[in-house]
């Protein structure tokens, strides 16, 4: 039996492109093992979008060439594609470099390393193909993510996404209806829609379906109860997006829509494509539906030519949205973006201190919003236990993570239960069961 091992950093869509890659392997004859001590086949599955990724990379490489007798090591994923050839020059034992436009080649690509081939790339950008492989190993038992869209044609300044995942291409609705068929046969009650841009989803076949339509039509699929989406580019966020929300009960109470900064300014330096004005007409409609939608963003601090004005005007629209959770990064240069010929790059030690402020700032707004629940009755997907705690751990369908105690004896994995909510922290919420 052939074994390998692998490892996944980054987003969900490289979580997600790891599952299909596992399924892949497995497809091809492969086991899967747990250290990298018991496998031939060593993969890496990279991301590239912040920080010193690539040197992260070739330290993990490094440390991977301890268990190097005669196995065989894959790059694969944003650095792969980002470095290319190079991660050949700089880490010699490795054997296979693919980018993620070319998953679609990996079974021809794992017979050229068994059949000796020393070194296999896969590096090509230029694919109208998704990756769409009907060998998937999920890792949750729960919660199952389909892909609708891969790429990205948008062109953000500091973003190197569009370099490492190539253009834009969606499926057809047809198969990403079968795939949440199947994955409700298979039991799953939740879907989460992933994508760069979700919005920009264009059904390829004749019958030319927008996201809206999708989003709407895999609400409706017999067996399941939830569905998320992300990401949501806010240009491409159309108001029959939020009416498909305010109909479709199946469409959870959430949207994650990354805002990166409250500045006008600063968004037309990145590119963004809207400005903030334009940002909080996609929030109002989501605001004025009969639906308490949870919504959640990116923000960037410290982007070239960032002034304090610039930093108070995203606290400002941190308060006039209030979002439920953010996700928030210091601008970090990347190669071939067009941000690093800018001007005014901001210091290292000004970008942690005003990170600091925004998370400070939103983790005031996080409290006051979660206090907010309590003595509410809100539905959870049961997705854990903690056994030092005693707690159920539930997430809602705003996406908040809930732990709660229950006063029965029922096993709750994977149920969807009832929970009164007694205490909020900014981060999460507790409860306990409301009926049992
Ligand atoms: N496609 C999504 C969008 O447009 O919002 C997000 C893609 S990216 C994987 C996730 C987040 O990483 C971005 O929203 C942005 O906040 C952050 N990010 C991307 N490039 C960055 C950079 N060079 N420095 C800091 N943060 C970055
Ligand atoms: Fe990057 Fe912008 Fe594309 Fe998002 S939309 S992946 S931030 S280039």
């Known amino acids: 039996m052939k074994t390998f091992y692998i490892e996944t950093f980054g987003c969900q869509m490289n979580a997600h492109d790891s599952e299909k890659v596992i399924g892949t392997l497995i497809g091809e004859g492969y086991s899967r093992v747990e250290t990298p001590e018991e496998a031939e086949l060593l993969l890496y599955n990279t991301c590239s979008i912040r920080d010193k990724a690539e040197q992260k990379v070739f330290h993990r490489l490094q440390q991977f060439k301890r268990h190097n007798q005669g196995k065989k090591i894959a790059v694969l994923g944003c650095v792969a594609q980002q470095e290319g050839e190079k991660i050949f020059d700089k880490a010699p034992h ?17 017979v050229q390393l068994e059949t000796g081939n020393r070194r296999v790339t896969g590096l090509s950008v230029d694919t109208k193909d998704p990756f769409d492989t009907p060998l998937t190993r999920r890792d949750s038992p729960y919660r199952a993510w389909i892909t609708i869209i891969e790429g990205c044609d948008k062109a953000c300044a500091y973003c190197v996404v569009p370099f490492t995942r190539g253009p834009e291409r969606s499926r057809t609705s047809e198969s990403v209806l079968r795939e949440a068929r199947e994955i409700a046969a298979a039991g799953f009650t939740e879907i989460q829609l992933l994508g760069q841009n979700v919005n ?13 339509k999708l989003l709407d039509a895999v609400g409706r699929v017999p067996g399941i109860r939830r569905v998320r989406f992300t990401t949501s580019h806010p240009r491409d966020f159309v108001k029959e997006i939020v009416d498909a929300i305010d109909i479709n009960e199946n469409l959870c109470n959430h949207v994650h829509l990354p805002v990166q900064s409250g500045s006008s300014k600063i968004l037309a330096g ?11 007409r996609r929030i109002d409609w989501m605001k004025a539906t009969r639906r308490h939608i949870a919504i959640s963003t990116d923000i960037i601090v410290g982007f070239p030519g960032e002034t304090l004005e610039d930093l108070e005007a995203t606290l400002d629209l941190l ?47 996080q409290m006051r919003r979660n206090q907010a ?28 993570l809930l732990n709660f105690i229950s006063a029965g004896s029922a096993d709750l994995l994977g149920s969807y239960v009832d929970v009164r909510v007694t205490r909020a922290g900014p981060n999460s919420l507790a409860g306990e069961q409301a009926s049992v």
């Open 373 to 400: 629940y309590v003595g509410t009755t809100e539905e959870c997907l049961v997705e854990g236990f903690n056994k030092a705690t005693g707690q159920w751990i539930g997430r809602t369908s705003q996406n908040k």
């Open 94 to 110: 490795v054997n296979m470099v693919c980018g993620s436009a070319s998953y679609n080649k990996l079974g021809e690509m794992l």
């Open 270 to 280: 990145m590119q963004r494509l809207y400005t903030r004005d334009e940002y909080m």
């Open 200 to 212: 920009s989803y264009r059904d390829p076949s004749e019958a030319g379906w927008d996201f809206a």
């Open 319 to 365: 308060e006039q949205v209030e979002y439920d959770s953010i996700f928030s990064f210091k601008y970090s240069q990347r190669p071939n973006t067009s941000a690093l010929k800018l001007e005014d790059h901001i210091p290292e030690e000004e970008k942690t201190r005003r990170l600091a402020i925004v998370q400070e700032k939103q983790r005031e707004i």
